[in-house]
């Protein structure tokens, strides 16, 4: 006897199956040429058909790989999102219930318990947001379609080779795009070369080893070039007529040099003149906070190279220890959102009758289009930027919704 559901399914009109949006002759090729290419680098072939050869490509990484930025977040704007009160007061709970292994962690590669939490803070919310997308799926696409195809085929087989050796379990291989992955967020590669059975069983396990991850983010620290003991950086004031075109991470030179052209601690005292070398770094230009990085934020820098990035770490690290904001003021009359702001605002936009999906705190495409359409509705500058001013606007109850456009 036919069931009910088969009998409706049979009588329903025949469909033609979409076709995909790839070329499959040439996608069965490369997977002919990553088998060869694995086998040669010790997967067996078993591991490699069950894992690579049933996978059918997900295209939308390929947009992700050749999206350019349509939105430039101004960096008041991403501090305010990575450094609030929320992750501070997280990060200082996470401090205290992983005190002997951070010491642990201390004692073996030298980084403070402060740094190595601030990373995991601002890689995955402390373990809470690592990714959806599944390794083997994007890294199999882009190992076949679209730029950089030989490195992220070797990124491929280094994600093969954490299953064989049985680090990680396939299902448990989801992160970003791009195939960074764990608490901490290490490429595959990286993981090969750098991570580390911290907790003793045996395996290295960045997903579900908050010792395994924290240890491993140290090592990478001290590989990088991590100095036991000494700060990151200090913000700075400089005189009113000092020459900006010394500034730059790559320009060091010794503390002296700074101190001799008026250079001082933000809050006015002296900065003790040795030879350290230091580089001034300037993110929002003269009139925005100023800061002197040493050797250790360059080994944060090369965690994820980008300056915002290592001073997020860095201004963390420091609000982590105890310490106090910025001394220098953003350049801007609107300083950004703190993420409960951001969850604040998206909540507003969605009973406002905008689609932006899941209310996260994260800004993105969606939301950034809402706000530029609430933006228009109370004729203000169309920017798409989630700001403070905006925010006061739609929690008042006359705002216009989407339904009803506010009078310009």
């Known amino acids: 006897m036919v069931s009910t559901l ?11 199956p979409a076709m995909p949006d790839y070329d499959v002759p040439a996608f069965n090729r490369c997977l002919d040429r990553l088998g060869r290419q694995a086998s040669g680098e010790g997967v067996n072939s078993a591991l490699f058909d069950l894992h690579v050869r049933t996978v059918t ?25 990575l450094v ?5 007061a997280d990060g200082q709970a996470m401090l205290q219930r992983h005190v002997a292994t951070l ?23 402390f373990g809470r947001v690592s990714g959806s997308r599944p390794l083997l799926q994007s890294l199999t ?6 730029r950089r195809q030989d490195f992220f085929r070797g990124e491929l087989i280094a994600t093969l080779q954490i299953i064989q050796a049985g680090h990680v379990a396939a299902d448990k291989l989801v992160g970003s795009w ?40 140290a090592n990478y620290l001290d590989r990088a070039g991590w100095r036991s003991g000494e700060p990151w950086g200090i913000e700075v004031r400089l005189p009113p007529d000092f020459d900006l075109a010394v500034s730059g991470r790559t320009e060091r030179r010794p503390l002296s040099y700074w101190v001799e052209r008026g250079v001082a601690h933000a809050d006015g005292r002296a900065i003790d003149p040795a030879s350290k ?27 994820n190279a980008a300056e915002s990035y290592a001073l997020a770490i860095a201004h963390l690290s420091d609000r982590l220890r105890g310490q106090g904001g910025l001394v220098q003021a953003w350049p801007t009359d609107d300083p950004g959102l703190s993420r409960r702001q951001r969850r604040e605002l998206q909540t507003l ?14 800004i993105g495409s969606n939301s950034r289009a809402a706000i530029r359409l609430e933006q228009q509705r109370l004729g203000l500058v169309e920017n798409g930027r989630a700001s403070q001013g905006l925010l006061r606007a739609l929690r008042s109850p006359t705002t216009a919704t989407a339904e009803e456009p506010a009078a310009r």
Request: hydrophobic share 45%.
């Open 349 to 362: 936009l969605l009973q406002r009758g905008h689609d932006i999906g899941e209310v996260d705190g994260i």
């Open 277 to 303: 070398p230091s580089a001034l770094l300037l993110p929002a230009g003269r009139n925005g906070p100023a800061f002197l990085v040493f050797k250790n934020f360059d080994a944060i820098y090369a965690y």
């Open 6 to 16: 088969l009998a409706l399914a049979l009588l329903a009109p025949s469909q033609t």
């Open 141 to 146: 696409t882009l190992s076949c379609m679209g």
């Open 178 to 217: 791009a195939g960074a992955f764990g608490q901490t967020q290490f490429m595959p590669s990286t993981f090969q070369r750098i991570a580390v059975d911290f907790d003793g069983d045996g395996r290295r396990d960045l997903v579900d080893s908050v010792a395994d991850a924290l240890a491993s983010t």
């Open 103 to 125: 010491a642990r962690v201390q004692a073996e590669y030298g980084v403070d318990p402060a740094t190595v939490v601030a990373v995991w803070g601002v890689e995955s919310d």
């Open 84 to 88: 609030d009160d929320e992750r501070v």
């Open 57 to 81: 490509p997900d295209t939308s990484v390929l947009r992700l790989l050749d999206a350019q930025p349509e939105f430039k977040t101004p960096i008041w704007d991403y501090l305010a999102g």
